[in-house]
């Protein structure tokens, strides 16, 4: 918290939902997770739904996780991501993992900001060059 508090200009982001699984020692952490929220410079992404200790469709992680950042970070602050190349071993795959995500992102503003724009403002535009060839 002192490193926070000490550079409020530096931007931190927590991967797989901080690593706290739907445990209790999860839910432990998960409840401070929340109390970071209250520095405007860190970030969580909403990745790896598979390791929060849950079966597809990961009903817990929307409710038990992803709900409460929304509240606390708003979408803003989160972003989407799959954990590749291990979610390809997982139910649905990569392309299954996005469509969930977004059926659980209500409206069409906080689906584009979680679903890439939060990652666009952390990170930068992605571009895509064309090579010319000789």
Sequence with gaps: LELLKASPKTTM????????GLT???DKAFAL???LAEYPQVMVKVSAL????DDSPYDRVRKERLVPLLEAFGPDRLMFGTDFP??????GSYGGTVDLVKTWLESDDNRNK????TA???FGAWSVSKSSSG
């Design 50 to 53: 598979f390791r929060q200790n």
């Design 120 to 122: 666009q403002k952390a």
């Design 13 to 20: 982001i927590l991967d797989h939902f901080g690593f706290t």
């Design 114 to 117: 979680v679903m890439g724009g």
């Design 86 to 91: 291990f979610v390809l071993e997982q139910p």
């Design 24 to 26: 209790e020692d999860g």
């Design 33 to 35: 997770l929340l109390k």
